[in-house]
Every structure is written in C-alpha cells, then in structure tokens.
C-alpha cells in the first residue's frame, strides 16, 4: 500500500530534530511510500484505513542486543535461521536491530560477519531492519566474562580491529578499557563509525571516564558482569549512572536486574536509558537446550537461559515485554518507549528510526493495553 491513514487512541510521537517525545490522544499518522508525512493531533478531515480504538501506537522498537531469538544463534545460524529471525521479530514488536554475535575467535568472528553480509540483500524487506552487527567480544575482562568463553578472551591489538572491520557491518562493540590497547580501539572504533561500548569489565570509574574521553557511548547490559557501587571503589556501574556522555544498555526482565534498580537506572540517568533484551536462541522457544556462541544453554520454565553452571546466559525477554515491564514498575510510558525507541535509534545515528514524525521511516507497533506487540508495520507495510 503506497498510502495509508492510521488514527489511534493514543499515539507516541518525537520530532526528528529533537524536542520532547509526547503522547496524542488521538491522534494519527499518515504515511507514504513508506515514509511518515504527516502526525496530527485529533482526528483527520478524511477517513482513516485504519482506527486504532485501544492500546498505543508507538514507533517500532529498536534492539541493541540480539544474539538470537526463537531457535537461532544470530553467529552461526545458516540463512534459514536469519530469514525466521528478521521475519518474526516484528511479532516482538521490534522493527530493526543489531545482531549480536558473543566472544569467538577474531577470526571466526570475522568469517560470521562475512557471511552475514552475504545473507542481507536476500531477507525479507517485512522483515525487521538488519543496522549492522554487535561484537560484544572477544575484547573482554576474564573477571567478568559472565557466559563467555575465557579461552577466546584477547586484547584489541590494531590487527584485531582492522579485521573485523573489514566488512563495514560492525555498528557496535562491546570492550573492557582495562585492556591492553582498549583505548587506542576505543578512538579507531569511533573514527570508523562504530559505537564502543563498556562491558564485561572490571574497570574502576576512573578507567571507563577516560574511556568515554576516547569516544565510549555506551555501557552494556549495567550491572551484569562489570564492576558496580562501591562507595569507596566506583566501578562500571557508578561511572554509566553519572557521565551524561554514556548510555546504560539495561536488560528488564526483572531477573538480571531488580525492579528498585531498574528504577534506580532511570531516575539516574534520564533520557540515556537504552533498554536491551540480549535476547539468546532460547528466546520464543519453550523450555529446552539451545546454543549461545556455540556452547549449550538451558532454558528453564521460568526466568533467564542458564549454562550448566548456573551462569545467567543472554534472556529469553522480548522488547515490548521490556516496555511493560518498565512501566509496571513504575516508569512513565513515554520513558519506557523513549527507552526502546528513540534513544537507541539516535545513539547508533539512525534518527530516522524509533520515531513517528514526519519524514522517518514508518516503523510503527500497536501496542494493547497489556502493551503486547498486536500489529507492526516496517515502511509502511504490514509485517504481523
């Protein structure tokens, strides 16, 4: 459908150019050519195609951290599994993200990424957006090595870094700037377009300061597998809640993090939240053994993957899960969606996505009252 006309009950909306992200009710967007043209408050002169009388309409979700979902290993998965992956995101609400492939030898990492490159221009344009690929790894600290594999674990020496550039698809690496050559890598990543993040790392808030000053932005997964609050020896954690420069990646299913410091995430650090599932193959999937960087997990019946000794390995959260569960809690829902939207989008300079406004791209999620994904359109097109 080149045109279409939504009105909605409630409808979220921030203008590309900055501003405060506010709620319509209603409201309505009119959309063409998979573009946003226009967003109005009320309802429209003409006729709508579509009138949303519950639930929100919120911009398409944007996942920072997927190392796979309903079966798949984002690293190793064969075609078929990318094409099931991109396909059934969207049911997630989620309408573009970064594949996320764990701590392997730079260069099995660099023959992924060489394979996932062949693999994009054959997925299905319904599909959720593929923004390029996270490397969280191998440039990581032995100490918080969490679900990785400690025999792999290396410095970012420049080979290392030109390799794995060489496709163009890394958009975002994870590191410990404790490393040796970390903040030399910070500053190549940087200059190449890639966003550095800090993770799996036993820094001291001094060490992920200086790592900001190198041209850091993010700090992955807080409070899982870093250095945290200590009030006579800061690490990770404190350095990610009070550098405004720094966006904390924050995974909500309220198992890797509890909800009083889920909140505590958010009123430190308003407007930087970026909310994560790190979502692994178990993700979709019922209770079983599934595979995450090539080791095998568990899936329980209840809360996040484990490894076999007990090691919390990535989640099985969705992204509209991460949103209701946020705003259980008590975080607004303009926050939430912010968090899972357009804070994302524009820390990886994609601010025509995680929005609706005119002239983004028309990624959209309605979300019912439950703030479940109901339907989800990717350029205007309807993907579930």
Known sequence: MASLLITANSLITSPVDGGPTRVLSPGFVRIENGVITEVGEGRPVTAPDLDLRDGVLAPGLVDLQVNGFF??????????????????????GVTAFLPTFITAPVDVQAKALRHAKELLPGLPATGAKVLGVHLEGPFLSE???????????????????????????????????????????????????VLVSVGHSDATAEQVERAADAGARMVTHIFNAQSGINHRDPGVAVQALIDHRLHPGLIVDLHHVAPAV?????????????????????AGMPPGTYELGGEP??????????????????????????????VRIGIDLVTAVDAATRVPADLIERTDLGRIAPGAAADLVWLGDDLRARTTWINGQKAC
């Open 297 to 326: 997990i568990e899936m329980p019946e209840s809360g996040p993957p484990l490894r076999a000794d007990g090691t919390i390995a990535g989640s099985g959260l969705r992204l509209d899960e991460a949103v209701g569960n946020a």
């Open 262 to 282: 889920c909140k505590l995430v958010f009123q430190a650090a308003p407007g930087r939240v970026v909310l994560v599932t790190d979502a692994a193959a178990a």
């Open 143 to 193: 100490k918080r090595k969490g679900a990785h594999n400690a025999g792999f674990l290396t410095d970012p020496i420049p080979e290392a870094i030109a390799t794995l550039l060489e496709t163009g698809l890394v958009k975002l690496v994870t590191l410990a700037p404790e490393r040796n050559g970390a903040p030399a890598a910070i500053e190549t990543l940087s200059r190449h377009g």
């Open 71 to 92: 079966g798949h290993d984002m690293a190793d998965a064969g075609e078929d599994g990318w094409h099931t992956v991109v396909r059934r995101l969207p049911e997630t």
